[in-house]
């Protein structure tokens, strides 16, 4: 199994950034996904998950702000990120949820 993550980059606050990760391998449908992130000097931590059903949960310091969804078909899982703000900055992962199967981390940086 391989995930890849992109669509990070630089944004001012405010903005918005949709984050992708293609996986392939095994079938995609049968499981739950995440996004984590990482800021420099922090623990990664868990930002938004979606089950195999599309039952989304979020941290709360991205609620209403972010939205995690999946496309099956293109066997991709989505992170919409809308007002953004500059603690947002972070290397941002996804992972099969609940295994060791990580992508490779995307830069997302939020500055004036």
């Known amino acids: 199994v391989q995930l890849q993550a992109s669509g990070g980059g630089l944004v001012q606050p405010g903005g918005s950034l949709r984050l992708s990760c293609a996986a392939s391998g095994s079938p995609f449908i049968s499981y739950a996904m995440a996004w984590y992130r990482q800021a420099p000097g922090k623990q990664r931590e868990l930002v938004a998950l979606?089950?195999?059903?599309?039952?989304?949960n979020y941290a709360d310091s991205v609620k209403g702000r972010f939205t995690i969804s999946r496309d099956n078909a293109k066997n991709t899982v989505y992170l919409q990120m809308n007002s953004l703000k500059p603690e947002d900055t972070a290397v941002y992962y996804c992972?099969?949820?609940?295994?060791?199967?990580w992508g490779q981390g995307t830069l997302v940086t939020v500055s004036s």
């Open positions: 979606i089950t195999s059903g599309s039952v989304t």
């Open positions: 992972r099969r949820y609940g295994y060791n199967i």
